[in-house]
């Protein structure tokens, strides 16, 4: 990656968007195991749904890390 001010300012805000949403898909999941929640269909696949979309924004994360570097 290139250590130019703004582009290593870029990189480490990639990262932390990057912890940010690791730490939703944690939180996403204690939640998606409440006995309530697995009762609810709509929820449960809205859930589930939602944890894709943050798994695949993460990816589009790394591999944008991994072109830069």
Do not use: C, F, P, V
Not at 19 to 33: D, H, R, S, V
């Amino acid at each position: 990656m290139k250590q130019i001010g703004g582009d290593n300012k870029l990189s480490n805000n990639m990262i932390n968007k990057q912890n940010l949403l690791t730490y939703l898909i944690q939180n996403l999941e204690k939640e998606n195991y409440a006995e309530d929640m697995l009762h609810n269909e709509y929820t449960y696949n809205w859930i589930q749904g939602y944890k894709r979309g943050i798994l695949s924004t993460i990816e589009l994360i790394n591999r944008y890390i991994e072109k830069e570097n």
